[in-house]
T-cell receptor, first 114, second 114 residues
Framework: DAGITQSPRYKITETGRQVTLMCHQT?????MFWYRQDLGHGLRLIYY???????DKGEVPDGYVVSRSKTENFPLTLESATRSQTSVYFC?????????????FGQGTRLTVV | AQSVTQLGSHVSVSEGALVLLRCNYSSSVPPYLFWYVQYPNQGLQLLLKYTSAATLVKGINGFEAEFKKSETSFHLTKPSAHMSDAAEYFC????????????FGTGTRLTIIP
């Protein structure tokens, strides 16, 4: 199916554990993004990628690691999860062709760190 | 740097009443602006976008927004609210040609009163 998919949809993990959230898109969009959504903060950018092997920090990158070895995948890793990383995480992709093209979002991953 | 401000984290309107959700941007250059809607436990879905072709933009589900450069605003309206409009709404913007990051407002939760 065409689109952008995230997995898992729900995850509970313990403090200190490593967790990887997966994101896959089928459009070959150049740009991919990871956001976290928290009450009162809206969506905040964690990391983004302009193309395979090109990544850059967003607004709140501390405690997260990303990679992009293939255009279609953009996994987000929490190296040592903390309670403050409990959040809903959204992956998005965007075609760079035009500035006014919209971003397409996955369904989100609800992560709880206990 | 571009920023987007949404006034009112919660808005309640009666069914059939006018919906007005406010968004202001701060930018020295004309931005590209978007409105997204998020239904419970779902990702973000594009409502409409400003492409500079017209200042009044029509979107899905009867929503529209007017770009007013003099007021640096891009408010979202719908003439008659429906119960199915209850959701969270996000304004987002892109500026800085060559920088394709979307910056989001903090969101407005719309409640429809029967």
């Amino acid at each position: 199916d065409a689109g952008i998919t995230q997995s898992p949809r729900y995850k509970i993990t313990e403090t200190g554990r490593q967790v990887t959230l997966m994101c896959h898109q089928t459009w070959s969009h150049s740009y991919m993004f990871w956001y976290r959504q928290d009450l009162g903060h809206g969506l905040r950018l964690i990391y983004y990628s302009a193309a395979a092997d090109i990544t850059d920090k967003g607004e709140v990158p501390d405690g997260y690691v990303v990679s992009r070895s293939k255009t279609e995948n953009f996994p987000l890793t929490l190296e040592s999860a903390t309670r403050s990383q409990t959040s809903v995480y959204f992956c998005a992709s965007r075609d760079r062709a035009y500035m006014n093209t919209e971003a397409f979002f996955g369904q989100g991953t609800r992560l709880t760190v206990v | 740097a571009q920023s987007v401000t949404q006034l009112g984290s919660h808005v309640s309107v009666s069914e059939g009443a006018l919906v007005l959700l406010r968004c202001n941007y701060s930018s020295s250059v004309p931005p590209y602006l978007f409105w997204y809607v998020q239904y419970p436990n779902q990702g973000l879905q594009l409502l409409l976008k400003y492409t500079s072709a017209a200042t009044l933009v029509k979107g899905i589900n009867g929503f529209e927004a007017e770009f007013k450069k003099s007021e640096t605003s891009f408010h979202l309206t719908k003439p008659s609210a429906h119960m199915s409009d209850a959701a969270e709404y996000f304004c987002a913007g892109v500026t800085n040609f060559g920088n394709e990051k979307l910056t989001f407002g903090t969101g407005t939760r719309l409640t429809i009163i029967p």
